[in-house]
């Protein structure tokens, strides 16, 4: 079975990778004395942009994760243990889910 966070963690990961090359770039192509507050504002603000809505959709994705394993006195309406039943709450993929 794999690990239901793995896709999250990667996800979370890319987004830091690539916000750090956003800042790198800009900060190693702009001469020191053409570094003005407010375009570097600017710039980082339209680069992060994607990125957000990326982290977004992770965070709505764990969120439906988690309405779809809800509890149910006490046992996960979702998954089954190897018996066939109901699977005790919280789950393996609730478990596996990142916390705040």
Do not use: W
């Amino acid at each position: 079975m794999t690990d239901p966070t793995e896709h999250v963690n990667a996800s979370l990961h890319e987004a830091r990778t690539a916000i750090t090359k956003l800042v790198d770039l800009y900060f190693d192509n702009v001469p020191v004395d053409e570094l003005e507050r407010e375009q570097i504002v600017e710039t980082v603000h339209e680069g992060l942009s994607d990125e957000l809505d990326r982290l977004y959709r992770i965070d709505a994705a764990v969120e439906a994760v988690r309405a779809l394993h809800g509890n149910d006195g006490g046992v996960c309406v979702t998954c089954a243990d190897e018996d066939g039943q109901a699977a005790s709450y919280p789950c393996p993929t609730v478990r596996a889910l990142p916390t705040a």
